[in-house]
């Protein structure tokens, strides 16, 4: 293998030999890592000069797991369940030095190093079930013989990492290194470990309860339905407590194997690259240089700007908020307290951080009091006229360079700039809501926006945690553009015959955390209601006329207890019957496969069109805006890649025998047998 990259090298200390990964950027184990730390070992242990082996690696991070971009392709170099054994079963004492990440794979590779040392910043861990696997090379079984079966099931069905201190309270990390001594400590252990000799974790017992594995089920029960991987992961732990090791292996291979080959991973590793994707932005130069942010300024205290708030004051970013009246004001900032100071009741905060955070608002009535900041995001009310006066002020009043933001939800971003004499300072950035939970932030590109307002506009958005994807200006951009084109189907079918529940539970059957008309019912059933209830043109109209304007007033498409759990309500159906009776439909049997073909495959239609006329900059930054702004289930990796799971042929025959417009690039994907 001439052409291998040399990835994997050896240095001397003495009697120890120490084998180094450098593999960028995360040190994942490629078919060459995997060579190299076979060719590595083999010559530590053919020498008998060497008495023990450190692995260590360079760069910033410890092995953070398998390489996944090798996933479902051709096997190349090693095994890797091979090379773990050999590195387990030396005749020679074998610490692992860990710094950054040691991540699924590359944790098990320290589980099969007889020590292991690490920095007090590292964390360890085993992510695969976030990627629908499970730690596939004896993870499952090495786990529970290190740390007990009540950890080791935590960590595989959560995929959470531990920090090096608690890993080395339950005994995962044999010995804390300095911060800037682990190369020099590592050796130092090794040293030590000469007399203790090798200690292969597959001798070790298991210990603990395995009742636990029960108990995180029924924990778990909501947060996992639908998912494949956490069950099959607790399975692999359970079997490590009835079976001899190998065995366990075995059975933890047919576990890996049928997660590997079924669509739930496929569509979950799409997911961790297209995440990263959608932080790339086309057509902008290399080179941009960032706006500079250390004080943000919202306008609007209501749920949106109270949420949207709370986002940068979490990351210490200084925030003047402004409403027009004082006690509107005061509402909005009594809420954002509150809501800080209920996560500190729950221990997310301390006390002093609700109050340091609290500390870094500044509530003004006044629009002048934004003169200083760096981006002020305007969270008023969905209405051009109202917005553009706003955009006009803010212009007369924000300093140069500062970036205009408008959180609207359907609105033309370019008319908005248009009221303003600096259009290239002005951007979308829409939230969801609750905006300072929901991860998903769209960014929406002017027609004018400088490169760098939008560069900074991303930036600023991954900074506070968000999941920022661009999009162009149409109505409702990449999300609530799609969303319209479920409820208006959704609508018309209760008009056919299906009752609200019935639609609702094929949606939530599907994996989506609300149907369309528990959402109907959360936005609210009188928003743009003309409030005569003498004319009842549509059914929203029957609703309200007879006073039911959803969850907030615990009467909609649903009836609700004061806890807000819905039961199906008698009178909102009667209300459907009756107002579906006086059109001239007739009724019928509506399926659940109709449901599908009617709500779901004009969504993909609707994706198609917004990609060619190019509003999202690709497939995946769709599939992103809703798996994280709308909670699509990211085992079917959003509408895009879950069209090409469904087959592109059969949604364009069914959208054809709807009698919709199908876009032509759908179309053409499908005739040439592509997904996208
Ligand atoms: C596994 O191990 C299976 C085994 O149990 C069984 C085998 C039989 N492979 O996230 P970042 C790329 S499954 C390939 O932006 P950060 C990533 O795409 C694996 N590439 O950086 C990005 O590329 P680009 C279990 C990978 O500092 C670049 O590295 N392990 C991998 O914010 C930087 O990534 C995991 O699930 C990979 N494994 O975070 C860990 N990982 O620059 C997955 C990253 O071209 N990784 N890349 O966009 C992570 O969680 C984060 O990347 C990490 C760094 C925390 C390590």
Redesign the pocket.
């Given at each position: 293998m001439s052409d291998m990259p040399q990835s994997v090298t050896s240095a001397r200390d003495g009697e120890v030999y120490v084998v180094i990964v450098n593999n960028p950027?995360?040190n994942?184990?490629s078919w060459h890592v995997r060579q190299g730390l076979s060719d590595k070992f083999a010559e530590a242990l053919a020498d008998d000069s060497v008495k023990a082996i450190v692995l260590r690696c360079d760069g910033?991070?410890f092995i953070?797991?398998?390489?996944?971009?090798e996933f479902g392709k051709a096997p190349q170099g090693p095994d890797?369940?091979a090379v773990l054994n050999s590195i387990e079963q030396a005749t020679k004492p074998v610490v692992a030095a860990i710094h950054g990440?040691a991540?699924?794979?590359?944790l098990?590779t320290a589980l099969v190093c007889h020590y292991r040392v690490a920095v007090p910043s590292a964390k360890l861990g085993?992510?695969?079930v976030?990627?629908g696997?499970?730690?596939?090379?004896g993870?499952t079984q090495r786990l529970p013989r290190i740390v007990g079966v009540e950890m080791a099931a935590e960590m595989v069905s959560g995929g959470e990492p531990l920090s090096a201190k608690k890993a080395a309270e339950v005994g995962l990390v044999d010995r804390l290194a300095g911060e800037d001594s682990l190369a020099a400590d590592a050796i130092a252990f090794a040293r030590e470990a000469i007399a203790m000799g090798p200690r292969p974790t597959r001798d070790r017992p298991v210990t603990g309860d395995v009742a636990v594995i029960e108990k995180l089920k029924s924990a778990n029960a909501r947060k996992w339905k639908g998912f494949d991987a956490p069950y099959a992961n607790l399975a692999c732990v359970e079997a490590a407590t009835r079976l001899p090791f190998d065995e366990g292996l075995k059975f933890e291979r047919t576990e890996?194997t049928k997660l590997m080959s079924g669509s739930q991973s496929a569509a979950q590793r799409y997911m961790?690259?297209a995440e990263?994707?959608a932080a790339k932005i086309d057509g902008l130069p290399k080179d941009v240089q960032l706006r500079g942010i250390s004080k943000v300024g919202v306008i609007g205290a209501g749920t949106m700007g109270g949420g949207i708030t709370m986002n940068f004051l979490q990351k210490g970013i200084p925030v003047t908020i402004i409403e027009m009246v004082q006690e509107n004001l005061d509402r909005g900032v009594g809420v954002i307290r509150k809501n800080y100071e209920a996560s500190a009741a729950k221990g997310r905060f301390k006390p002093e951080q609700v109050e340091a955070m609290m500390g870094l608002l500044t509530p003004s009535l006044s629009l002048e009091d934004l003169a200083d900041c760096d981006l002020i995001i305007e969270a008023v009310y969905e209405n051009m006229d109202v917005k553009k006066e706003l955009f006009g002020k803010l212009d007369a009043i924000a300093k140069p360079g500062a970036i205009l933001a408008s959180n609207t939800s359907y609105l033309d971003v370019n008319e908005i700039a248009s009221a303003t004499k600096r259009p290239a300072d002005v951007l979308g950035m829409h939230f969801f809501s609750p905006a300072n939970v929901m991860k998903l932030l769209e960014v929406v590109r002017g027609d004018a926006t400088a490169p760098d307002v939008l560069a900074t506009a991303m930036a600023i958005g991954k900074k506070i945690g968000k999941v920022a994807v661009v999009a162009g200006v149409c109505h409702g951009f990449i999300g609530n553009r799609m969303l319209s084109q479920r409820q208006i189907p959704a609508n018309a079918l209760l008009m056919e015959g299906a009752l609200p529940d019935q639609i609702d539970q094929v949606h939530l059957d599907f994996g989506m955390p609300m149907g369309p008309f528990q959402m109907s019912d959360l936005a609210g059933l009188d928003i743009g209601w003309h409030r005569d209830p003498s004319r009842i043109e549509t059914l929203r109209d029957a609703f309200c006329a007879a006073g039911r304007f959803g969850q907030k007033n615990g009467k909609g498409f649903y009836d609700y207890d004061e806890r807000r759990n819905r039961t199906v309500s008698a009178e909102a159906n009667a209300i459907i019957e009756d107002f579906r009776s006086k059109s001239n439909l007739a009724k019928r049997e509506v399926t659940t496969q109709e449901i599908i073909e009617r709500t779901i495959y004009p969504m993909v239609n609707e994706g198609a069109k917004i990609l060619e006329e190019g509003k999202a900059q690709r497939a995946s930054d769709i599939d992103v805006v809703w798996i994280y702004g709308y909670g699509w289930p990211v085992y079917r990796g959003g509408p895009m890649f879950w069209a090409g799971l469904e087959g592109l042929g059969k949604i364009v025959a069914s959208l054809d025998a709807q009698g919709i417009e199908v876009s032509p690039l759908l179309r053409a994907k499908a005739e040439k047998g592509e997904s996208f």
């Open positions: 950027p995360v994942a184990l910033a991070t953070a797991g398998a390489d996944i971009t890797f369940n990440t991540l699924g794979g590359g098990e085993v992510p695969e976030k990627l696997l499970l730690p596939g090379a993870g890996f961790f690259f990263r994707q």
